[in-house]
């Protein structure tokens, strides 16, 4: 079953400007993940936040998570041509003895105009 | 270059031939994954071999074979298939710890453009 679910399905910004995409989630989480996919690759891992934290950096990259909303944000600050590409939240769902599997949203197509 | 190397990057195949899918990991990860990723929809776990023991099969139809001879290679066998299977396959790597703490980050190929006929 879905568990993350990005907003905007779509979002097309010009070069430089910031992209903020949203990830809402409906059951409790050890980690929630982000991941990048540009057309015709595999996905790229980005950056993994754990329940207990609130924030992370990772060079342009800022993730907020709210446990409380089941809510995570992605920001790309300066944002560049090359950082065209679908961006995917994924949460762990726990499937029994032990074991998580990770679920990913639909995705947020992000598009940047030189 | 990921670490993770998919072979074939493209196969078109009618619905009664036989093929498989190659994954190949060189990362000395401990869990590997076959998802299906169709157009507007979320990308769909298949299978899971965790320590080389499937361990979750998300009641995918038993025309998709999943064979995990060691683990570093992971196959995905191919028979019979439906035009519905178009999609793109991806493998996935991990190094996921015996805690159970949540998912571990994968690192994923660049997956098989599957195509039937």
């Known amino acids: 079953s879905q568990q993350g679910e990005e907003d905007p399905q779509a979002l097309s910004i010009q070069e430089g400007e910031n992209a903020t995409m949203n990830c809402s989630y409906k059951t409790s989480i050890n980690n929630l993940q982000w991941y990048r996919q540009n057309s015709g690759r595999g996905l790229v891992h980005l950056i993994l936040?754990?329940?207990?934290?609130r924030e992370k950096h990772s060079g342009r990259l800022r993730v907020t998570l709210d446990t409380s909303k089941k809510s995570s944000s992605l920001l790309i600050t300066a944002s560049r041509a090359a950082d065209t590409a679908s961006y995917f939240c994924a949460t762990d769902l726990y499937s029994g003895a032990g074991s998580y599997q990770l679920t990913f949203g639909k995705g947020t197509k992000l598009s940047v105009i030189p | 270059e990921t670490g993770v190397t998919q072979t074939p990057r493209h196969l078109v195949m009618g619905m009664t031939n036989k093929k498989s899918l190659k994954c190949e990991q060189h990362?000395?990860?401990?869990?590997m994954y076959w998802y299906k990723q169709s157009a507007k929809k979320p990308l769909e776990l298949m299978f899971v071999?965790?320590?080389?023991?499937?361990?979750e099969n998300n009641s995918v139809p038993s025309r998709f074979s999943p064979e995990c001879p060691n683990s570093s290679h992971l196959f995905l066998h191919l028979h019979t298939l439906q035009p519905e299977d178009s999609a793109l396959y991806l493998c996935?790597?991990?190094?996921?710890?015996?805690?159970?703490?949540?998912?571990?980050?994968?690192?994923f190929g660049d997956g098989t453009r599957l195509s039937i006929l």
């Open positions: 996935a790597s991990s190094q996921e710890s015996m805690r159970g703490n949540g998912n571990q980050p994968q690192h």
């Open positions: 071999y965790n320590f080389k023991e499937q361990t």
């Open positions: 990362l000395g990860h401990n869990a």
């Open positions: 936040i754990r329940s207990n934290e």
